[in-house]
């Protein structure tokens, strides 16, 4: 179950790191930040519908958890842009 957790999340970064390589504009890379953490997020949620079940713990509601899986995304696209900026301002 673990290893299929991290599969798929680092599927999701692929896909944000894919899209985000051809992407040289915070819009651009929040677009695709949005999309694979929506998509990271609805490939991850009856796993975690099972997850709390097994466990005894009310599931989480559509909506926050997509906007969780999101908002992880935004993060890793802020940095990478970040990032991205940082290291060309150093090359002038």
């Keep these: 179950m673990q ?7 680092a599927a999701g970064v692929i896909l944000w790191f894919a899209l985000s390589f051809v992407t040289k504009t915070w819009v651009k890379q929040w677009a695709a930040a949005v999309l694979a953490g929506l998509s990271t997020a609805w490939w991850r949620w009856s796993t975690m519908q099972d997850v709390a079940a097994s466990q005894g713990i009310a599931p989480m509601s559509p909506l926050r958890f997509g906007l969780i899986a999101v908002a992880g995304m935004l ?3 802020s ?9 060309k301002q150093m090359r002038r």
Aim: proline letters at 0%; glycine letters at 10%.
């Design 79 to 87: 940095a990478g842009m970040g990032l991205y900026m940082l290291m």
């Design 75 to 77: 993060i890793l696209a």
């Design 3 to 9: 290893a299929q957790t991290l599969a798929l999340f």
